[in-house]
């Protein structure tokens, strides 16, 4: 039976607005004098907040839509929500660091829209072509934004972005043609009948493995995260905060719902290979952050490490039994990790300067006493990424932890409590510094910068308090 026009398109509404919106855009900014390009911050900010008004009207609805390449469920609007409130958080930390840095132009903004576009039809991707289209649409404009500031260190880091970027998707491209050459489809449902059917075989697993190198790329997975550090060093600091984030989302919400969907039935040849990366990329990430002294720096090895957590919760995903708590303690884990990083990175903005100061650990030095606020919200930060209480962070690896000790991986969630142990020694030195160092470090004070600070630091203390909530939202999201 064929699909109605207007289910389609409902399914994608607020895709549609989003980028309708962008185009519209593009040809405002024209009109906008270069003195007050805060303007299409605040119309690209509003176009953000539109779509998630009609994002939140569709929880609880689902549809599929386009031959069931793409579908509307509580999985892609919980990710479609938490990908808007990147795009408004990153958003509200340029307003003033693009003026600041003498990067203010128009589209800036614009670029943030169409990757926010590519990372949600990345979310409500059921078809590998899908896919692979969703990747580059939300790639390309970060590719951009990487190389904004046109200075060399901006530059280079743009060029290793594209560079490892295309070389990643040439991963995925290629993987998807293994995998239709062995099934004949690139559904995500008809490659799982395919697959149970055993109609599959070698092809099929080789097929899924280069999936996953294009996947542990975006999510800056060891092996594939040797682009992390450069990238986040060299770009500005609000994209690199934005892709920190956004990009991760996106990677982990393909990564979820292709091989929950798609591969149930190479389990076996996939979990030892899942176990493999979350340890290693907890280890990389942890260690190596211990030596690093710049604060962009050390938060990229962080959010490699990260990567690693999540991905330990997903190690069991062929268990039927605890796929479902394995996909909510993820989901669970990134609204955690969206809220702290965004605050973390508001106050790295807040310290760094024009000429590129003050974003050295030891800039911290002296901070609580000279503005006890942002040093108390820096803090709440570091204690979450930790996950010490009462924060957010503690809670949610909580449930990762407890995801793969159901799922028989007790020895990888004993690696995750050490190397959360050994996390503590870098996160608590920029704690060190604030309050038991002596210096004299100067902040910027932007009004949506101190509102972005703030409201992190307070939720993600007072949600701790009540994650049954938010738990129970992202239990809704799971794959059915």
Known sequence: MTQPTNIDYLTILPLIILIAWSCVLLLVDLFIPKTRKWITALLAAGGLAVTLIFTALQIGKSSVGFNNMVVLDGFSIFANVLLLLSGLFGIALAHGYVKRMGIQRGEYFILIIFSVTGMMLMAQAADLIIVFLALELLSIPLYVLA????????????????????????????????????????????????????TSGLLLSIGAALLLVGFGFKVAAVPFH????????????????????????????????????????????????????????????????????????????????????????????GNKAVVATSITAGLFYLLTYVLTNFGAWAVVISLEKAEGKGLEISDYSGLAK?????????????????????????????????????????????????????????????????????????????TWLTITTGLTAVATVLLSFVPQLLFLLANTAVLK
């Open 147 to 198: 190389a904004f500031t046109r200075k060399v260190e901006s530059e280079e880091s743009g060029v290793k972005y594209f560079l490892l970027g295309a070389f990643a998707t040439g991963f995925v491209v290629y993987g998807t043609a293994l995998i239709f050459g062995s099934t004949g489809t690139t559904s995500l449902t008809a490659i799982a009948t395919a697959a149970s059917n055993g």
């Open 226 to 317: 040797m682009w992390t550090p450069d990238v986040y060093q060299g770009a500005p600091t609000s994209v690199t905060a934005f892709m920190s984030s956004g990009a991760k989302i996106a990677g982990f919400v393909a990564l979820l719902r292709v091989f929950a969907t798609a591969f149930p039935s190479i389990s076996s040849d996939m979990t030892n290979i899942l176990w493999v990366m979350s340890a290693l990329t907890m280890i990389v990430g942890n260690f190596v952050a211990i030596s690093q002294t710049n604060i962009k720096r050390m938060l990229a090895y962080s959010s490699i490490a990260h990567a690693g957590y999540i991905l330990m919760a997903f190690v069991p995903y």
């Open 370 to 446: 000279k503005y006890p606020a942002l040093a108390a919200a820096m803090a709440i930060f570091m204690l979450s990424f930790i996950g010490f209480p009462p924060t957010l962070g503690m809670v949610g690896k909580f449930y990762l932890f407890r995801a793969a000790i159901e799922g028989g991986f007790s020895g990888l969630a004993i690696l995750g409590v050490v190397t959360s142990l050994v996390s503590a020694y870098y996160y608590l030195r920029v704690v060190v510094n604030m309050y038991f160092r002596e210096g004299d470090p100067e902040i910027e004070r932007e």
